[in-house]
């Protein structure tokens, strides 16, 4: 019973979401509200895929799904990629029970729960699904410690558990700098309460070139981990 009430729940709601949440997307691209640059280096249709984006607000996990549409229309159940919320923020509110189906929640700062949620992950991954991860460990305004790009864009110190990840996955990782969004929702409790979207600020959605790490120049996760934080912050300063 309790795998038919989640099957509902993921065609009703979840695929309902993703169709409607991905039209909407494209609508606002179109309004040049939301603005994605470098399109054509998003893989279609890749299994075992992980979107790496960095974390400015709580918008970023309800709307990086929508960079997969229309491919996982016509292909829910394979293509429909796998978010992975603050438990907190998302999974334990009961007004996003919509999004389970689709979610790993991550319980952040409880090691043993973080390890769970990354062995999940592999899981997914290794039978071909595709994953949004933000590394950061939450959003970028709360971390203590920054990492900076030459033009002073930053970035929290990334989780080594993203480097585990990708080692013992092979996936293939699609670097996102997400701007913008913090202003559109705001990190204040008032938003947080009341998630008002102020649409009449502009959201900037950066593409990067998709890596994989392979040779045996990458076999530690420190050095993976570094080279993906890296890349997010090339990525930050690349020309729009």
């Known amino acids: 019973m309790q795998k038919v009430i989640k099957s509902m729940v993921f065609l009703g709601m979840t695929y309902g979401y993703g169709f409607f949440g991905g039209a909407l997307f494209h609508l606002l691209r179109f309004l040049n509200i939301i603005r994605v ?3 054509e280096r998003f893989p279609r249709y890749q299994e075992n895929l992980v979107l790496v984006a960095n974390h400015p607000s709580l918008l970023e996990p309800l709307l990086l799904p929508a960079l997969f549409f229309p491919e996982y229309i016509f292909y829910p159940r394979k293509l429909v990629p796998w978010s992975t919320p603050d438990k907190r923020n998302y999974w334990d509110r009961w007004y996003f029970f919509w999004i389970k189906p689709r979610a790993i929640p991550v319980d952040r700062g409880n090691r043993l729960a973080e390890m769970k949620s990354l062995l999940q992950m592999k899981k ?3 039978s071909g699904g595709r994953i949004i991860l933000f590394p950061e ?3 970028t305004f709360r971390g203590r ?3 900076y790009s030459k033009t002073r864009r930053k970035i929290r110190e990334l989780k080594e558990g993203i480097g585990w990840l990708v080692l013992k996955t092979k996936a293939l990782i699609v670097p ?3 701007e913008g969004t913090d202003k ?3 990190n204040s409790r008032f938003y947080s309460r009341y998630p008002f979207l102020r649409f009449w600020k502009r959201i900037t959605i950066k593409i990067g070139k998709p ?3 392979q040779s045996q120049r990458f076999q530690k996760i420190k050095q993976v ?3 993906i934080t890296q890349a997010l912050l090339e990525l930050a300063d690349e020309e729009e």
């Open 137 to 139: 460990g939450g959003r």
């Open 124 to 126: 997914v991954l290794n």
């Open 176 to 178: 996102i700098w997400v």
């Open 225 to 227: 981990t570094e080279r």
């Open 37 to 39: 640059f470098h399109y």
């Open 145 to 147: 410690k920054f990492l």
């Open 184 to 186: 559109v929702l705001p």
């Open 211 to 213: 890596q994989r790490f």
